[in-house]
């Protein structure tokens, strides 16, 4: 590392809050599926800005496209319609399925409308504030008070506690234990249709389907996050296509802008018309023109580009790859997911191994302490795979 890049990174100690525990570079600029840090070093990244950059870096009609926006108009409030945001719901609405838009700043933000959503429906039905939300354990959904709150992980909650009450939690892919915490009380229950920090654990249909029918049954709303595995990373637009089991209220971010902070929470038509109305939820920057213009090239170029075909062709290949590479060492016990949000799980931690990866330039990153996630740009090709493959490999060998 060169002496000016540490002098930063010492500089940066000082001032920022202690929240993170970063890596030792400073990314500079990308391009394609390749990150450069201040000193010129090249990266292959497998991260894409935890599966945020789903169509690499330095994409220029992408770029255009914000940069068209950035010249027209940026913000005008929700006070007004702008084109960009009528554009965009129309969009996002014709490759979900569902009904109605709200845009976010934040995957978090659009938990909490989603959990707004559901509470005010079942108040609108009894009248009554004492509904209970069913999460799962293991599971995060964000850090603001009403996402940490149906996060199923006790160390993330307990330094904030109390959380917002009625919240329990059941285990992921076990029915009985969904069924064990309903009550009369149960408005919604939410889950992530493939866990992402809990140990990518993809949702079993069966189990999924499971849910659906109950919910159905009692009038109880499912609410899924595809924050981390939609937007085609597990080879369909959002995950629970696969399966056919379509939720009341899905949250979307990540990709959904390809960099640009941008959210959204959907509904059908049935929550939309009994739940939230003019004053009950609200956002300054959310939907604005610019965070629009991106979810419309990025709409766009995942339809001309093929993105989703791309994921369904390569991934078969990452998979064969990390089960090779799992078999060869006895320390890694399993590989897990869905399309391109992959995980490798070991017996032992895994930092030194993501640091190692760093250091030959790999960018790579976990899912809890003993596990290594791959969740690329989803323009990879199999020679990016094959040149992480050899890159981690030469990591391993070293442990």
């Known amino acids: 590392m060169s002496e000016h890049m540490q002098e930063l ?38 991260v894409s800005g935890i599966a945020v950059f789903a169509l690499g870096y330095a994409n220029k ?28 719901s129309r969009k996002l609405k014709k490759v979900s399925g569902m009904d109605r838009v709200f845009f976010t700043n934040s995957g978090a933000e659009a938990i909490e409308g989603a959990l707004k959503a559901a509470r005010k429906y079942a108040y609108l039905k009894d009248g009554t504030t004492d509904h209970e939300i069913i999460a799962m354990e293991h599971s995060f959904h964000g850090r603001t008070f009403g996402a940490l709150s149906v996060t199923g992980n006790p160390k993330y909650r307990e330094p ?59 009038d109880i709303l499912l609410i899924l996050d595809e924050i981390q595995c939609g937007m085609g990373r597990t080879g369909f637009m ?33 929550v939309g018309a009994h739940s939230l109305v003019a004053g009950d939820h609200g956002t300054t920057y959310g ?35 990390l089960d090779e590479l799992a078999e060869r060492y006895d ?6 997911g869905a399309g391109f949000m992959q995980g490798l799980v070991f017996d032992r931690p895994v930092g030194d191994v993501i640091n190692k990866a760093l250091e030959k330039g790999l960018i790579l990153i976990n899912a809890g302490a003993n596990i290594i996630r791959f969740v690329p740009p989803l323009v990879i090709s199999t020679e990016n795979v094959d040149e992480m493959i050899g890159i981690l490999d030469s990591c391993l060998k070293e442990i």
């Open 9 to 46: 990174i010492d500089q940066a100690e000082k001032d920022l809050l202690h929240t993170y525990n970063r890596y030792q570079i400073i990314l500079d600029k990308g391009e394609g599926v390749n990150l450069y840090d201040l000193d010129g070093k090249k990266y292959l990244d497998f």
């Open 61 to 88: 009609e992408y770029n255009d496209a914000l940069k068209n926006q950035i010249d027209k108009v940026i913000h005008t409030s929700n006070y007004y319609y702008n084109m960009p945001a009528i554009e965009a």
């Open 160 to 218: 904030f506690e109390p959380m917002i009450g009625n919240i329990k939690f059941a285990k992921m892919n076990d029915f009985e234990s969904v069924l064990d915490n309903v009550t009369d009380k149960t408005c919604a229950i939410i889950l992530e249709t493939v866990q992402g920090e809990g140990g990518i654990y993809p949702a079993d249909e069966q189990f999924l389907k499971n849910i659906r029918k109950l919910c159905d049954e009692k």
């Open 238 to 270: 959002f995950a629970w296509q696969k399966y056919g089991v379509k939720p009341d209220i899905m949250t979307t971010a990540k990709a959904l802008g390809c960099g640009v902070p941008v959210g959204a929470f959907m509904m059908t038509e049935k």
């Open 287 to 321: 939907g604005n023109p610019l965070a629009c213009a991106a979810i419309n090239k990025v709409l766009d170029l995942f339809e001309a580009d093929h993105i989703i075909e791309n994921v369904n062709q390569v991934a078969p290949y990452l998979e064969k790859k």
């Open 331 to 336: 320390f890694i016990t399993d590989r897990r």
